[in-house]
Structure formats: structure tokens, C-alpha cells
């Protein structure tokens, strides 16, 4: 549900809904309306919203995702996560690793836990599955 959806991306970002409406130009009753289902934004205000969270419109109103559209658990990729993706394919092997270390190294800082509990990569091939390890732990292994 929309709602609930607008909540959750609030909480990510840590911003009231005093905040989140300055940031997007509306009034506080309008994004507790939002939240509590009594009405939806309009065209831009979805635009504003989809901007501020930077997530496609298409996501805020949680439609299918297209076909062929890059996913990470199920939420589009942004044009940058894409290029970023792109330009880790064209590196060599070593390099790829070193990118994938420093990756890790600002997640670890960033949350600090230890390792991404989002990738498992095997040895060689760089064969990457979402989500967490197996093990309910997280590793992060590229030979």
C-alpha cells in the first residue's frame, strides 16, 4: 500500500513528515493523508516524491517491474547502481576485486557490520546471489 510504502522510505531517510513536506512543497496534512490512505499525491507531487527518494515513479506506485528492468530484491535499479554494475563488468579480475573490497569496506564502515549480508560471490566467476548467506551470516569471497 502506498501508505505504507511512504512511511518506510520516510523512516530510511529519517525525516519527519514537517520535513519531508517542505521538501516536496505540500502542506503536513497532505503527507499524513498519504500515509494513512485518506488520499493520494497527484501527478507532482508523485513527481517531487519520486525525486526526493530517488526512486521511479513506477516504484511509488508499486507497479510490476518491467520487463528486462535491472531488480535488487525486487526495487529497480537506479541509472547510476546500473552504470556501476556496468563499469564493474569491464574491469579485469584483480581490479574487480579491489572494487568489491572497497565496497565492502565503506558498507562495513557505513553500518558496521561486517561483510555485505546481501552478496555471496564463488571463486573465479564472480557468480553473485542476492540476499543473505545461507548461513544467516554474510560473507563476501572473490578469488
Same mark, same amino acid.
Given at each position: 500500500?502506498?501508505?505504507? $510504502?511512504?512511511?518506510?522510505? #520516510? /523512516?530510511?531517510?529519517?525525516? %519527519?513528515?514537517?520535513? $519531508? /513536506?517542505?521538501?516536496?512543497?505540500?502542506?503536513?496534512?497532505n503527507?499524513?493523508?498519504?500515509?494513512? +490512505?485518506?488520499?493520494?499525491?497527484?501527478?507532482d /507531487?508523485?513527481?517531487?516524491?519520486? #525525486?526526493?527518494?530517488? &526512486? %521511479?515513479? +513506477? #516504484?511509488?506506485?508499486?507497479?510490476?517491474?518491467a520487463s528486462g528492468e535491472?531488480?535488487c530484491?525486487d526495487?529497480?535499479l537506479t *541509472?547510476m547502481? %546500473?552504470?556501476?554494475?556496468a563499469m564493474? #563488468?569491464?574491469?579485469?579480475p584483480?581490479?574487480r576485486?579491489?572494487?568489491?573490497?572497497?565496497i565492502?569496506m565503506?558498507?562495513? *564502515?557505513?553500518t558496521?557490520?561486517? +561483510?555485505? &549480508?546481501?552478496?555471496?560471490?564463488t571463486e573465479?566467476?564472480?557468480?553473485?546471489?542476492?540476499g543473505?548467506a545461507?548461513?544467516?551470516?554474510?560473507?563476501?569471497?572473490?578469488?
Open positions: 500500500m502506498f501508505g505504507d $510504502l511512504l512511511k518506510e522510505l #520516510r /523512516a530510511q531517510k529519517k525525516v %519527519s513528515q514537517t520535513e $519531508l /513536506a517542505r521538501a516536496i512543497g505540500v502542506s503536513n496534512g503527507v499524513g493523508d498519504w500515509e494513512r +490512505g485518506r488520499s493520494k499525491p497527484g501527478y /507531487a508523485l513527481v517531487a516524491l519520486s #525525486r526526493y527518494f530517488e &526512486i %521511479s515513479a +513506477g #516504484r511509488l506506485l508499486e507497479l510490476p517491474v535491472l531488480t530484491d526495487v529497480p *541509472q547502481e %546500473s552504470d556501476v554494475i564493474l #563488468r569491464l574491469l579485469n584483480h581490479d576485486k579491489n572494487a568489491v573490497d572497497f565492502t565503506l558498507y562495513e *564502515q557505513a558496521g557490520e561486517k +561483510g555485505s &549480508i546481501y552478496s555471496t560471490y573465479g566467476d564472480f557468480k553473485q546471489t542476492s543473505p545461507a548461513d544467516g551470516g554474510s560473507k563476501s569471497v572473490i578469488a
